[in-house]
């Protein structure tokens, strides 16, 4: 197994609240190919971060998805 040496740069990122918003905003990112990162955040919480080229994503995440 390798290691990877480089950082991932996280520059944006959107509060979700649900499990079953969090799956649709995974399937959507995965879809649009955007490289992203999910962290759980206290209570049914969970952050998701993305680079600042895929900006728009979360725009559309914002909001489409989340309202």
């Known amino acids: 197994m390798k ?3 480089s950082q991932f740069v996280v520059d944006h990122f959107v509060e979700i ?9 995974m399937k ?3 879809k649009a190919g955007v490289l992203f990162i999910v962290e ?10 993305v680079r600042k080229d895929a900006e728009t994503a979360l725009q559309i995440i914002e909001d ?3 309202t």
């Not at 609240?17 to 905003?25: D, I, V």
């Open 40 to 49: 759980p955040w206290p209570g049914e919480n969970w952050r998701i971060y």
């Open 64 to 66: 489409d998805l989340l």
């Open 17 to 25: 609240n649900n499990t079953s918003n969090l799956t649709l905003a």
């Open 3 to 5: 290691q990877n040496k």
């Open 28 to 30: 959507f990112l995965t």
